[in-house]
C-alpha cells in the first residue's frame, strides 16, 4: 500500500484518504515506455494520410497564400508574379504548406494520443479540465490562422510593399519630337479581359498591369501570354516563392502559439499556479514579456512585432477575465474536487514512499 502523509497544494487533492491505492494500479517503467512507443507509432499512422490528401491539394494552397502579395504588388503597380529561382523551389513551398496542414489537421489526433498516454497519471476532474480546454484550444487555433490571413498578411504585406513601391520617385525619361512618318500602333486598355478574344488579339487589363495577348486555343478556351508592366521607379520588387511561404507559415507558426496563450493562464489558475490577483500585480510585466515574444516570433521589423504583442497581451487579459468569471470551484464544484479521485491516478510524490 500507498500512502502520502502530507496533501498536494493543487484543487482536488486535499484529502489526504484519498491517496491509498493498491500496487496493481500502478504502471511500471518498462510499461510507460511500451505505451509510448505505441502513441508515437499511432501518431505517425495517423498523420500520413492527412499529409498526402494535403499534397494532393497543396497547388490550390499555395495560390490561395500568394494571392495577398499578388494583390498588394499589383495595387503598388508592381509585377505580381513570385518567382521560383531554382527546379525545386516551388515543389518544396507545396511541401512546407502540406507539412503545416498536416500538423494543424493532425492536431487533434496527436492531442488525443498524447492525452491517452497522460490520463492514466490524472485525477478524474483534472481529465474535465483537459476536456474542456482542449476545444477551447484548437478554436483559438482556426481563429490564429483567420486572423493571420484576413488582418496581418494585409496590413504588412501593403505597408512593405507600398513603402517598397515609394522608395525612390519616377526616373525622369528624356523627351523628342516623333520623326516625320513614325504611326504609333494603339492597343486597347480594359479594365477587364475580353469575354472572346481571337488568336493574336492583344489588350492592356488596367486591373491587372498587364499587356496580355491571345496566342491560341485549348480545348475552346483560349491561351493567354502576359507580359507584366510595372512602375517606373528603381526598385521592382520581385519576391522568391521559397522565401515568401517560409515567412508566412513562420510566422502562422508564432501565431497560432501565441493564441494559446488563454489556454495556458486558464490551465495554470485552474491547477493553482497562478491567481487573477498575481496577474493583474504583473501586468506591467505582461506587456514586456508580450513585446519580447513578439520581437522573437516575427520577422525582423517593428510592425510585425507589434501585430503579434499586441495581441497577445489581449489574449493574457483575457485568459485573467476567464479565470475572474469561472474559478475552479465553479467549472467542476467543490463536491466534485473533493471526492471525484481517480484511484489509478497517482504520482510518485502523491503515493509516498512503499512500505
Avoid at 165 to 177: D, F, G, H, Q, R
Wanted: hydrophobic share 50%; charged share 15%.
Amino acid at each position: 500500500m500507498f500512502k502520502k502523509d502530507t496533501p498536494s497544494q493543487l484543487p482536488g487533492r486535499d484529502e489526504p484518504s484519498s491517496f491509498e491505492i493498491s500496487e496493481s494500479g500502478m504502471m511500471s517503467f518498462g510499461d510507460h515506455l511500451e505505451d509510448l512507443r505505441k502513441r508515437v507509432f499511432y501518431s505517425i499512422l495517423g498523420v500520413v494520410p492527412i499529409f498526402i490528401i494535403a499534397f494532393g491539394f497543396g497547388r490550390p494552397l499555395l495560390q490561395l497564400l500568394i494571392e495577398p502579395a499578388r494583390d498588394q504588388l499589383t495595387k503598388a503597380g508592381q509585377g505580381s508574379q513570385l518567382l521560383a529561382t531554382g527546379p525545386f523551389e516551388t515543389f518544396g513551398a507545396v511541401i512546407q504548406i502540406a507539412l503545416i496542414i498536416t500538423i494543424l489537421l493532425g492536431s487533434p489526433w496527436l492531442l488525443y494520443q498524447l492525452w491517452l498516454f497522460i490520463s492514466p497519471g490524472l485525477y478524474s476532474h483534472e481529465r474535465k479540465i483537459v476536456h474542456l480546454l482542449i476545444p477551447f484550444s484548437g478554436l483559438l487555433t482556426i481563429l490564429s490562422v483567420l486572423f493571420l490571413y484576413f488582418v496581418i498578411l494585409p496590413v504588412i504585406l501593403a505597408f512593405f510593399i507600398g513603402f517598397g513601391a515609394k522608395v525612390s520617385s519616377e526616373l525622369n525619361v528624356l523627351t523628342a519630337p516623333v520623326p516625320e512618318g513614325i504611326v504609333f500602333p494603339m492597343i486597347p486598355v480594359l479594365q477587364a479581359d475580353p469575354p472572346d478574344p481571337t488568336v493574336g488579339m492583344m489588350w492592356i487589363n488596367e486591373t491587372l498591369h498587364q499587356q496580355r495577348v491571345c496566342v491560341g486555343t485549348e480545348d475552346g478556351k483560349p491561351i493567354i501570354r502576359i507580359m507584366n508592366l510595372t512602375s517606373n521607379i528603381g526598385i521592382a520588387q520581385q519576391y522568391r516563392i521559397s522565401e515568401y511561404i517560409k515567412t508566412v507559415l513562420n510566422m502562422g507558426l508564432a501565431f497560432g502559439a501565441a493564441f494559446q496563450t488563454p489556454v495556458i493562464v486558464v490551465m495554470l489558475g485552474w491547477v493553482g499556479i497562478l491567481n487573477p490577483q498575481i496577474m493583474t500585480k504583473y501586468r506591467r510585466h505582461a506587456i514586456a514579456v508580450s513585446a519580447i515574444i513578439g520581437a522573437f516570433m516575427t520577422p525582423a521589423d517593428p510592425l510585425s512585432m507589434l501585430l503579434l504583442a499586441g495581441p497577445l497581451y489581449i489574449l493574457y487579459e483575457l485568459g485573467l477575465f476567464i479565470l475572474k468569471v469561472l474559478p475552479i470551484e465553479k467549472v467542476l464544484g467543490k463536491d466534485s474536487m473533493r471526492h471525484a479521485q481517480d484511484a489509478n491516478a497517482v504520482t510518485n510524490e502523491d503515493a509516498g514512499e512503499s512500505e
